[in-house]
T-cell receptor, first 113, second 114 residues
Framework: RKEVEQDPGPFNVPEGATVAFNCTYS??????FFWYRQDCRKEPKLLMS???SGNEDGRFTAQLNRASQYISLLIRDSKLSDSATYLC??????????????FGRGTSLIVHP | EPEVTQTPSHQVTQMGQEVILRCVPI?????FYWYRQILGQKVEFLVS????????KSEIFDDQFSVERPDGSNFTLKIRSTKLEDSAMYFC????????????FGPGTRLTVT
């Protein structure tokens, strides 16, 4: 099983729609996760951290399901400016206790008028 | 708002040449990272660095790669003998604390090896 899996999409939605992405992870020791957004040929920008069951910031809600080992990102009232690739990041712990931040391939979102 | 900066924005080099990519992390951050992203592929971790030592490195970070913090502000990635497959976007990131915490990315250096 891949360490971090995301549906590449693209998710093509009209403005104002609600859209949700999932990200599954394989390392059950992971307890903190992150969502980043990445615009074309730009750097990843931190969107949300998920340290416990979930997090909400305006139109964005992230949730964690430990039993099924996935995190989700919900975007309400989509804007044209939300068009981007959404990257899920999970820590992959090593034997010495350190970790490697492991990125998913990202889910592409296109919001159209 | 403080940000991570990287230079150059684009580097073109010939196969076999050495390149040094430079980063200035956010000033009060103590943990530094390098990532690469080959065009169309996912972001891949290369190395993490704290207290002048490598904390963790991936399988990609082999003997041709090295990192250094030559002074109080710069953090560099050196690729000793570049290969065609090193062509990618290289991102530097920093975080204020250790553990699993938010990282802030620089704008990246696009490396093209010909």
């Amino acid at each position: 099983r891949k360490e971090v899996e995301q549906d590449p999409g693209p998710f093509n939605v009209p403005e104002g729609a609600t859209v949700a992405f999932n990200c599954t992870y394989s390392n059950s020791a992971s307890q903190s996760f992150f969502w980043y957004r990445q615009d074309c040929r730009k750097e990843p920008k931190l969107l949300m951290s998920v340290y416990s069951s979930g997090n909400e910031d305006g139109r964005f809600t992230a949730q964690l399901n430990r039993a099924s080992q996935y995190i989700s990102l919900l975007i309400r009232d989509s804007k044209l400016s939300d068009s981007a690739t959404y990257l899920c990041v999970c820590p992959h712990f090593q034997s010495g206790g350190s970790y490697i931040p492991t990125f998913g391939r990202g889910t592409s979102l296109i919001v159209h008028p | 708002e403080p940000e991570v900066t990287q230079t150059p924005s684009h580097q073109v080099t010939q196969m076999g040449q050495e390149v040094i990519l430079r980063c200035v992390p956010i000033s009060n951050h103590l943990y530094f990272y390098w990532y690469r992203q080959i065009l169309g592929q996912k972001v891949e971790f290369l190395v993490s660095f704290y207290n002048n030592e490598i904390s963790e490195k991936s399988e990609i970070f082999d003997d041709q790669f090295s990192v250094e913090r030559p002074d109080g502000s710069n953090f560099t990635l050196k690729i000793r003998s570049t290969k065609l497959e090193d062509s990618a976007m290289y991102f530097c990131a920093s975080s204020e604390t250790g553990g699993v915490r938010e990282q802030y990315f620089g704008p990246g250096t696009r490396l093209t090896v010909t």
